[in-house]
């Protein structure tokens, strides 16, 4: 589809074409560039996620089995909650 659509300013100045014309002409190009682009980063972040929900779950699950294994983040509740001697 490059090879057959000649550059956009090369439209305007070697054939005359009116700007907003040049642009109906290359609209569905850009507009497909732009999909492909889309989809593909969106596919990445999928992928992405799908790996860290894993993780998350391989996480969840080994804590399940041994609730020691995974130390508990103090929170600033538990320093305002706890007693001192």
């Known amino acids: 589809m490059k090879k057959i659509l000649p ?10 074409i009116s700007a ?7 609209r569905p190009m850009l507009n497909h560039t732009l999909l492909k682009t889309a989809l ?12 860290a929900e894993k993780r998350l779950k391989a996480h969840l699950t080994a804590a399940k089995r041994d609730p020691s294994a995974t130390p508990r983040l103090e929170t600033p509740m538990d320093k ?3 007693r001192h001697p």
């Open 7 to 16: 550059p956009l300013a090369e439209l305007g100045e070697l054939y005359g």
């Open 20 to 26: 907003p014309i040049c642009m109906q002409i290359i």
């Open 40 to 51: 593909s980063i969106q596919e990445k972040e999928r992928a992405a996620n799908e790996e």
């Open 80 to 82: 305002h909650f706890t």
